[in-house]
């Protein structure tokens, strides 16, 4: 689960509050659904890149629930080598890393958030399109793209859902994935997004399976975990009537 913990701190409520709250969250929805969760800590690139140096120590004492950092908020005007020592740091710390970028900003934010703040997944990224070697590099280290396709028409970065690149991304051998993006803002939890955007683009059977594959291969997961949660795809895809079968599904 992605969280903006300076957002929390702006409004005067402590980052104590926030993470004892999330992780007492997280515990009933282990206890009550069988459901695990962990967080990855964003920092808001908007703001000053010695606001979130600061707040990275802090993080650190949240570790049982802090697996990653990462980079989001408005992109434009705001490139993630700003952000490069605090990126750093993390990594030092054995945090995953991810970043925003490629949505609103242009594919060379997509090369600075690989190259400069050495990140292992893209979020959103749908601006790789525009240039062929960046599709080339992000096929041939099989990076992981979030994307998310409401929020994407939401936020003006494509006119409508049949203009998503979506599609043509995982044609092109790249490893998108289909999530949900601040659904209270943007009217739509991971299965809106997947029906909205199989019915908009015509998506295949074998397109959701790759998306469904692609979404375990891109996780935090234990290899073991992973190789566990792609069997369980295969088997449900095989089954007559399955959810690989059917518009929509």
Known sequence: ??????????????????????????????????????????FLRDRDPAEAEDLLPRLLAYRELVVGVGLDSAEVGFPPERFERVFRRAAAEGLHRVAHAGEEGPPEYVWAALDRL????????????????????????????TVCPLSNVALRCVPDLSAHPLRRMLEAGLVATVNSDDPAYFGGYVHDNLSAVTRALGLTAEHRRRLAENSFRASFLTEADKARHLADVAAACARPGGPGVGPGA
């Open 1 to 42: 689960m992605f969280v903006d913990p300076q957002a929390h701190i702006a409004r005067g409520v402590p980052l104590e509050v926030v993470m004892e709250g999330l992780g007492e969250a997280f515990r009933t929805a282990q206890e009550r659904h069988g459901l695990s969760a962990r967080m990855i800590a964003c």
């Open 118 to 145: 050495g990140v292992e997944r893209i979020d959103h990224g749908i601006r790789s399109p525009e240039d062929p070697s960046l599709v080339a590099r992000l096929r041939e280290e099989q990076v992981p793209l």
